[in-house]
């Protein structure tokens, strides 16, 4: 079979399994476009800017725990994409992104639309490739694939000069079916000396704590962190990006932790004598100041980066590999050693864990005339009955959606926890939706991150993706006027939008249903009527309590015993 | 601390920029960074000295390892290593001087290479100390210029990075 080098890059993309292909043409992939039209496999969504398509494969991945896949011309399209690279990079999210690139005699020549993609993506990128001949395009797709989706996972970029992609250049098509590359070969198998280390640190404990990440998430490591929790009855904490990996309404899950953590988790993290890290890489959302982190505790950190491990924060067993892998060896070890963790001081400590928790550090006023943003979430959680996929974008309204919504289920919950990107949550919903058509999928966002990539409501129409936008408009950037009113004497530069747009018309006008919701008693009903319009986009409107803030906080230079309480009310 | 780390990276366009782009992204120092192929064409190695604490160091080996294009690295100060640079320097040499500098050149084995009226060029091959040793004798005054290869280096006895 001989096919030009467009043509193979599409097959090439068939033989990965490629579902859907994120992108927006132009000068320098229009071979590529041509031969995508010659087939019905891959399945092309339009999106109305590069951001979207990046967040929308993004979106995508983290569902299903494929790698996104996105398709963009040359210099403007390789840069909108940029932000979207960037957030996949820092969240470890496979994608595979393909950038069109000049012709290869006119690299390095300021082309139009040239811009050096391979150069401005280094950084942001787990990998990048230039292609630079026909021959190459096969083996590079089968190489982008494979680094972009094993170890720890990243972004793939691939440019793709016009020439080598013309229809007029031909060869014999051969996909490779296995790729070696002495380069790179990720260690997933622990050392069976660490994991019998671990093992015994672990049933010695008398204060353990397991704190787990987005790894286990990565690694579909759910079932097998939560059996080894259940096994040992030891509390448990998840990251930001490792929520629903162990389910969020079991007893032994007391919340996530960090800066916006439960104060019961927190003060577990200070007080552990052992720590099980898992797939987390000590943020340092996390760790607040590490000068006083974890000062009494022993660690263990399970990581396939050993570059993760004591970066920040020395550890004392490293176990480098793969979650489920570690996971899997740490059961068999625990199964037949007849060493048991010592009830007598696991029940204490479970009594001290109670005592913090009866805090009740996430309460609110539910007696209040405004709608609650932590109401909103709460109800949303009933409505959809815990078990939609819930994306975000970034500010207050993503600390009470990790909050609030207790995930059950790992890939449930997707926002950009590393990078914080603002117009992630829209068109990384919709490639929720479009792996998922029948599932629930709703976007909690704020009236200022959505305006960054609203134009994918436009995507969403083509596309018929039902998503339930769930906008918790407070008319302030929640986050920053917050920080402005704890650090800053409470003067609000710039943190208030004085144009706020009607909603309700802007939604109808891209041809979906606009909802304003004002009152507390109508979140609920609202949110029922909403997620029965199974085949609509609906775009729900809460006039939220403009000044709320997110309790608890680890402020700067803080330690986790030093959080910040809400302010006392009068509770109902 | 200073510290040596020896690199075998695919030979690739790319390959090199990624590893500088690694050390400005990350703030780490770079002393200096010496490249070439190896006898194995489709291999450059690379030779960087940098400094840090033991923790950076460790980073900064992980973060290389991490590099797709890496394919073994090896931090040569860890054990008995031999390290040379390579340094040419062009003197003013009149009268007496001419003397005065072949006789030095001849004490830190170096070599004459290039002769003119006024100057002579020596080349000289020995540990970053020696070089530094060579330029404080010739003395400031009479150095024209000075180019440094920056440092290679290997390990003694058997061992040995390949692939
Ligand atoms: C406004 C805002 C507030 C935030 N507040 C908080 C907060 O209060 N609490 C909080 O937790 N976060 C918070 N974050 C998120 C924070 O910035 C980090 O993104 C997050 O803490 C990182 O989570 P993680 O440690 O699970 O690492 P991830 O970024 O999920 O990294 C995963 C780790 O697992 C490893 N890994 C990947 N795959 C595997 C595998 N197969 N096997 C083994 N290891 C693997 C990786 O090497 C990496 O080290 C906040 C973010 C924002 C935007
Ligand atoms: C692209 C981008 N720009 C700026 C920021 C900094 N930032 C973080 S939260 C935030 C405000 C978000 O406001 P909104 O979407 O209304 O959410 P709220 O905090 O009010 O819930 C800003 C500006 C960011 N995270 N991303
Ligand atoms: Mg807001």
């Known amino acids: 079979?001989?096919?030009?080098?467009?043509?193979?890059?599409?097959?090439?993309?068939?033989?990965?399994?490629?579902?859907?292909?994120?992108?927006?043409?132009?000068?320098?992939?229009?071979?590529?476009?041509?031969?995508?039209?010659?087939?019905?496999?891959?399945?092309?969504?339009?999106?109305?800017?590069?951001?979207?398509?990046?967040?929308?494969?993004?979106?995508?991945?983290?569902?299903?725990?494929?790698?996104?896949?996105?398709?963009?011309?040359?210099?403007?399209?390789?840069?909108?994409?940029?932000?979207?690279?960037?957030?996949?990079?820092?969240?470890?999210?496979?994608?595979?992104?393909?950038?069109?690139?000049?012709?290869?005699?006119?690299?390095?020549?300021?082309?139009?639309?040239?811009?050096?993609?391979?150069?401005?993506?280094?950084?942001?990128?787990?990998?990048?490739?230039?292609?630079?001949?026909?021959?190459?395009?096969?083996?590079?797709?089968?190489?982008?694939?494979?680094?972009?989706?094993?170890?720890?996972?990243?972004?793939?970029?691939?440019?793709?000069?016009?020439?080598?992609?013309?229809?007029?250049?031909?060869?014999?098509?051969?996909?490779?079916?296995?790729?070696?590359?002495?380069?790179?070969?990720?260690?997933?198998?622990?050392?069976?000396?660490?994991?019998?280390?671990?093992?015994?640190?672990?049933?010695?404990?008398?204060?353990?704590?397991?704190?787990?990440?987005?790894?286990?998430?990565?690694?579909?490591?759910?079932?097998?962190?939560?059996?080894?929790?259940?096994?040992?009855?030891?509390?448990?904490?998840?990251?930001?990006?490792?929520?629903?990996?162990?389910?969020?309404?079991?007893?032994?899950?007391?919340?996530?932790?960090?800066?916006?953590?439960?104060?019961?988790?927190?003060?577990?993290?200070?007080?552990?004598?052992?720590?099980?890290?898992?797939?987390?890489?000590?943020?340092?959302?996390?760790?607040?100041?590490?000068?006083?982190?974890?000062?009494?505790?022993?660690?263990?950190?399970?990581?396939?980066?050993?570059?993760?491990?004591?970066?920040?924060?020395?550890?004392?067993?490293?176990?480098?590999?793969?979650?489920?892998?570690?996971?899997?060896?740490?059961?068999?070890?625990?199964?037949?050693?007849?060493?048991?963790?010592?009830?007598?001081?696991?029940?204490?400590?479970?009594?001290?864990?109670?005592?913090?928790?009866?805090?009740?550090?996430?309460?609110?006023?539910?007696?209040?005339?405004?709608?609650?943003?932590?109401?909103?979430?709460?109800?949303?959680?009933?409505?959809?009955?815990?078990?939609?996929?819930?994306?975000?974008?970034?500010?207050?309204?993503?600390?009470?959606?990790?909050?609030?919504?207790?995930?059950?289920?790992?890939?449930?919950?997707?926002?950009?926890?590393?990078?914080?990107?603002?117009?992630f949550g829209l068109p990384a919903a919709m490639g929720v939706q479009l792996a998922f058509p029948d599932a629930q999928v709703a976007c909690v966002t704020g009236e200022a991150s959505i305006l960054m990539c609203i134009q994918e409501l436009s995507t969403c129409l083509q596309y018929d993706t039902p998503i339930k936008v769930i906008n918790l408009n407070n008319r302030y950037m929640g986050m920053v006027r917050q920080w402005q009113e704890f650090q800053y004497d409470g003067r609000y530069s710039h943190s208030y939008v004085d144009a706020i747009p009607d909603f309700v018309k802007l939604t109808e006008s891209f041809g979906h249903v606009g909802m304003l919701i004002e009152k507390p008693q109508d979140v609920e009903p609202a949110l029922k009527e909403a997620f029965a319009m199974k085949d609509r986009l609906v775009f729900m409107d809460f006039i939220t309590d403009q000044t709320e803030n997110v309790y608890p906080m680890i402020e700067a230079g803080k330690g986790h015993h030093e959080m910040r309480l809400a302010p006392a009310r009068e509770l109902a | 601390m200073r510290h040596i780390i020896s690199i075998l990276v695919e030979n690739e366009s790319g390959a090199l920029s990624r590893i500088a782009g690694l050390f400005s992204a990350r703030g780490y120092n770079i002393e200096s960074l010496t490249v070439a192929p190896t006898d194995d064409t489709s291999l450059s190695r690379m030779t960087i000295v940098t400094t840090g604490t033991e923790e950076i160091i460790e980073q900064i080996t992980k973060q290389l390892n991490k590099l797709v294009d890496v394919v073994r690295l090896v931090e040569l100060t860890e054990s008995l290593h031999i390290e040379r640079e390579m340094m040419l320097t062009k003197v003013t040499a009149l009268g007496g001087m001419r003397d005065e500098i072949k006789r030095l050149t001849d004490i830190f084995r170096g070599r004459i290479i290039d002769v003119s009226d006024t100057s002579y060029v020596i080349e000289l091959t020995g540990d970053s100390d020696k070089l530094d040793a060579f330029i404080k004798a010739v003395g400031g005054k009479s150095i024209i210029e000075v180019v440094r290869s920056g440092v290679t280096g290997i390990a003694r006895g058997e061992k040995a990075l390949k692939v």
């Not at chain 1, 008398?206 to 079932?223: D, K, Q, T």
């Not at chain 1, 959302?285 to 993760?308: L, N, W």
């Not at chain 1, 943003?373 to 949303?380: A, D």
Request: glycine letters at 10%.
């Open chain 1, 1 to 423: 079979m001989e096919l030009s080098g467009a043509e193979i890059l599409v097959e090439s993309l068939k033989r990965e399994g490629v579902e859907f292909l994120f992108g927006y043409p132009g000068g320098a992939v229009l071979h590529i476009y041509d031969a995508l039209y010659k087939q019905n496999d891959i399945r092309h969504i339009l999106v109305r800017h590069e951001q979207g398509a990046t967040h929308a494969a993004d979106g995508y991945a983290r569902a299903t725990g494929k790698p996104g896949v996105v398709l963009v011309t040359s210099g403007p399209g390789a840069t909108n994409a940029v932000t979207g690279i960037a957030t996949a990079h820092l969240d470890s999210i496979p994608l595979v992104v393909l950038t069109g690139q000049v012709p290869r005699a006119f690299i390095g020549s300021d082309a139009f639309q040239e811009v050096d993609a391979v150069g401005i993506t280094r950084p942001c990128v787990k990998h990048n490739f230039l292609a630079n001949s026909v021959e190459a395009i096969a083996p590079i797709i089968k190489k982008a694939f494979y680094v972009a989706s094993s170890g720890r996972p990243g972004p793939v970029v691939v440019d793709i000069p016009k020439d080598i992609t013309a229809p007029n250049v031909k060869i014999p098509f051969e996909y490779p079916d296995h790729i070696e590359m002495r380069s790179y070969n990720p260690v997933l198998k622990g050392h069976p000396g660490q994991i019998r280390k671990a093992v015994d640190l672990l049933v010695g404990a008398e204060r353990p704590m397991i704190y787990s990440g987005g790894g286990v998430v990565l690694s579909e490591a759910s079932e097998a962190l939560t059996e080894i929790t259940r096994t040992l009855g030891y509390p448990i904490t998840n990251t930001l990006m490792g929520l629903g990996a162990y389910p969020g309404t079991d007893p032994q899950f007391i919340g996530m932790l960090g800066m916006h953590g439960t104060y019961e988790a927190n003060m577990a993290m200070h007080e552990c004598d052992v720590l099980f890290a898992v797939g987390a890489r000590f943020d340092d959302r996390v760790t607040g100041d590490v000068e006083k982190f974890c000062p009494r505790a022993k660690i263990i950190h399970v990581d396939v980066d050993p570059a993760s491990i004591s970066k920040n924060v020395k550890v004392h067993v490293p176990i480098v590999g793969d979650v489920k892998s570690v996971l899997g060896d740490i059961l068999d070890v625990l199964r037949q050693s007849n060493q048991r963790p010592d009830s007598g001081a696991l029940n204490s400590w479970w009594e001290q864990i109670r005592r913090w928790q009866a805090d009740d550090c996430l309460s609110y006023d539910r007696t209040s005339d405004k709608i609650k943003p932590q109401h909103v979430i709460e109800s949303l959680w009933k409505v959809t009955g815990g078990d939609a996929y819930v994306t975000s974008d970034v500010g207050q309204h993503q600390m009470w959606a990790a909050q609030f919504y207790k995930f059950d289920k790992p890939r449930r919950w997707i926002n950009s926890g590393g990078l914080g990107t603002m117009g």
